[in-house]
């Protein structure tokens, strides 16, 4: 009898309807020693909730504050000031000093590159027309595969032979 009322106690308490008194009678019967073999898996459950019941938790939380002072902000700004010195510095040492020959075929090169690019954008202007003329070819293209297809159904429809 006590076994078929603890079963269904446990469909009660699959389904979250049992009470607390429910759930202490339950907890009273799986922490004894004999527990038939379909049920141990419960057994399990309910000691762990026993010893987890008296079990008591309390972190060690170490907190320390870190203060960022005005020494270490001055240390910091006067770093950022010395690196800003010195890669204004290193700038200035390194420019280059270019003979009349080298300018003079630097601007020639210039000049060359400058009549080539002109000359390559005159000649891209001339397939803009060329785009345009191919554009309508295919729009044409297009236009009669339409009537094609129209003829072809009309066809069909009047049972035309040809």
Known sequence: ??????????EKYDL???????????AAFFNQDEVP??????QALFRYFSHAKHQKF??????????????????AA???????????????V???????DEIFAY????IA???????FNKGTSQLKTLEVFSNALQKGEQNITFLNTFNTTTNKIFKINK
């Open 113 to 119: 590159l400058e009549m080539l690019s002109n000359n």
């Open 58 to 75: 309390t972190p060690q939380v170490n907190v320390t504050k870190k203060v960022f002072g005005f020494r270490n902000l001055s240390i």
């Open 94 to 100: 390194h420019k280059n000093q270019f003979s009349e």
């Open 16 to 26: 979250c309807e049992t009470s607390l008194a429910e759930e202490a009678t339950l």
């Open 1 to 10: 009898m006590e076994l078929q009322h603890i079963e269904q106690l446990l």
């Open 107 to 110: 601007d020639q090169t210039k």
């Open 37 to 42: 073999d379909h049920l141990l898996h419960y």
């Open 78 to 92: 006067s770093v950022v000031v010395l690196l800003g010195l010195l890669l204004n510095y290193n700038s200035g």
